[in-house]
């Protein structure tokens, strides 16, 4: 049964970076046809998709934060991260790290983090 | 992008109820779009994919339709479990795009 986790801090301060990782257990991330991704939701808001890495390294990212996001991953840990540059307040949310496969929708989902930008 | 919008926004319901959800997708996507069932505290869970599919280990009270632009999500008979928000995703173009939800509470 595969599964995700997320790990990183839960409070990061105006302007700085967010980093998140996720580590998958019960499959490889080299899978082939497996994507890896993020989603976040804001407190009491809906569902935004960030990006995702494919199985061969290429990466996809939403256009509204294309420019502050990297996700990266590392085959030998068997993970995959995040990293989001500038945050401010609105980069508050929860954090879900996911996996979907080619030509079907999110069937795994990391717990989620908690991620806060405050000073 | 797609933008990807969802009615009503919240819907009060009680239990053994039909309930009925749409989303209209901004572009055509044929039927590459899902259904999530959301609970508080917990991240999402696929209830229906490509437009109609079951995912396994979901009731059949729960079915979805369309194509193109339009889908439906339909509850036969609601169940104290079915109270969440229901998310639909379009997955036919990246960026990948949520609608805004739809949320089942108790009448």
Known sequence: ?119 | DIQMTQSPSTLSASVGDRVTFTCRASQNIATWLAWYQQKPGKAPKVIIYKASGLESGVPARFSGSGFGTEFTLTISSLQPEDFATYYCQQYSTFPLTFGGGSKVDIK
């Open chain 1, 1 to 119: 049964q595969l599964q995700l986790q997320e790990s990183g801090p839960g409070l990061v301060k105006p302007s700085e970076t967010l980093s998140l990782t996720c580590t998958v257990s019960g499959g490889s991330i080299s899978t082939t046809n497996n994507y890896w991704g993020w989603i976040r939701q804001p407190p009491g808001k809906g569902l935004e998709w960030i990006g995702n890495i494919y199985y061969n390294g290429s990466t996809n990212y939403s256009p509204s934060l294309k420019s502050r996001v990297t996700i990266s991953a590392d085959t030998s840990k068997n993970q995959f991260s995040l990293k989001v540059n500038s945050v401010a307040a609105a980069d508050t949310a929860v954090y879900y790290c996911a996996r979907r496969r080619v030509n079907y929708p999110v069937d795994y989902w990391g717990q989620g983090t908690l991620v806060t930008v405050s000073s």
